[in-house]
């Protein structure tokens, strides 16, 4: 008992440890090399069992069965999107999140067909380690985690609260082990199934980890600003021979003057 | 999580497929907002791909060069070459910051010209008005919309050199491709060199030999 205790403590103070935002090019990273033992193994994982399933679901599926599913899963947890823009004091995105998650699971038969972004409920990201950021607590230390991918010492506690904001948890007898197997499989190989044209993309990197490692922490900041991160300093200036930058700006941009416009 | 990763993965192709359509026409006058040029030269590279679509297909290299011709102009080159080596730019002897931004630059041509042309007709983009970051500096934002229904969220940050507005960087979906870049990059220069790294970008060979032994010792 105590010491059980006594692991929980020292799992959070390392959980908590250096709570500053690190720039995505230069992250907290210590566990480096057991990080890219997970990755390796989780690699090989998607290898051998992950693609070929996904592979598979594309071949037997039509279009909008995947789309259904996608829309279902995302439908499924939205509660944790809601709770969250509460946390985060965004009152009028969590009633029109509220309102997209009744439409969607009534009209939207228990969530297969988006209709909230018909009706101008557009579809918001939020989740517990969104909110911990929100309120100022950095990410602390990249990690990759087995069977579930990249994340960090916020993303993982934020993880574990938004178990208790998914209401599948609180159906009863919902959550045994057949059921639980279901519903991640499913879910596992239909995110894989979106994500397979992208494999060209990681195959050209240089080096897999770091890209998915500054990937991961830019989108999760950026998730953060609601899509309106600070600009990352590029450091231009910092180093002499400016012959690439800045000369004298042309005509300024009237605010309001632009409207967003539509190209084909 | 692997959701995370790859909608930016798929969105950086269209990306750079909509992206590096940009234009340095001689005509386009110097004084405008900061995203003319930028849809002067989608639209000028998708109606050129729309017109010669069987042409470019069968002839890669043609392809390519049309890019070259129509797109990069758009680009800070030597700029994005900068942002990218970081630190390693001071070190970096005028020659090999030459090489180091041309090979750079074709690498990003021959990885991504042929998205742009599998993609251009299903692409439909969505221009937010440009957002002041400094007064030569600016962020364009768009929302590329596929005809399936998914969008991506595209962002150009350009500045001014010699008084046009220039691209120096371009995010998906908030995942920026030189902060990316520098991060791998840097890291195998630290592994092997510079020279290294420019040969193996010049031959198409991103990964090394030693990419399974991190423990390589530097080269120089």
Partial sequence: MGRMHRY???????????????????????????????????????????????????????GWAREGVTNFFSNLVYPTTIVNDFFQAKFSQGASDTGRFVV?????????????????????????????????????????????????NRDIVGKGVDIFTAPAHYIPGRYDLPHYLVDY?????????????????????????????????QHRQALVYDGNPPPEDLGLSDYGDDSSTAAPAPAPVVPGQQTPTKSK | MIKLLTRPLLALALAVTASLGVSARADTAPAQAPDVALKTTTDQIRGMIKDHYAEYKADQPKF?????????????????????????????????????????????????????????????????????????????????SRDNGQSYAIGFRVHVVDGEWKILDINVENVSLVLNFRTQLNAEIKRTSLDDVIARMQNGQFKSDSNANASQPKAN
């Fill in chain 1, 8 to 62: 929980c403590s020292i799992a959070v103070a390392v959980l908590l440890a250096s709570c500053a935002h690190h720039p995505a090019d230069d992250p907290a990273d210590p566990l480096e090399p057991v990080n890219r033992a997970m990755w390796t193994f989780n690699s090989k994982a998607d290898q051998y069992v992950l693609k070929p399933a996904a592979k598979s679901y594309v071949a037997v599926t039509p």
């Fill in chain 1, 104 to 152: 969607n699971s009534l009209w939207g038969i228990g969530g297969l067909i988006d209709v909230g972004n018909r009706v101008g409920l557009p579809k918001h990201d939020e989740d517990f380690g969104q909110t911990l950021g929100y309120w100022g607590v950095g990410e602390g230390w990249y990690l990759m985690i087995p069977f579930m991918g990249p994340s960090d």
């Fill in chain 1, 185 to 217: 499989v499913l879910n596992s190989v239909n995110i894989r199934a979106n994500a397979l044209p992208s494999d060209s993309l990681l195959e050209s990197q240089f080096d897999t980890y770091l890209f998915i490692r500054t990937a991961y922490l």
């Fill in chain 2, 64 to 144: 390519y060069q049309a890019v070259n011709d129509v797109v990069v102009p758009r680009f800070d080159v030597p700029g994005i070459a900068k942002a990218v080596l970081g630190l390693n730019y001071r070190n970096a002897t005028p020659d090999q910051r030459t090489r180091f931004a041309t090979a750079f630059k074709d690498m990003l041509v021959h990885s991504y010209a042929n998205a742009m042309l599998d993609n251009y007709k299903s692409v439909s983009i969505n221009w937010m008005p440009p957002r002041m970051l400094n007064p030569t500096e600016a962020a364009v934002n768009t929302s590329l």
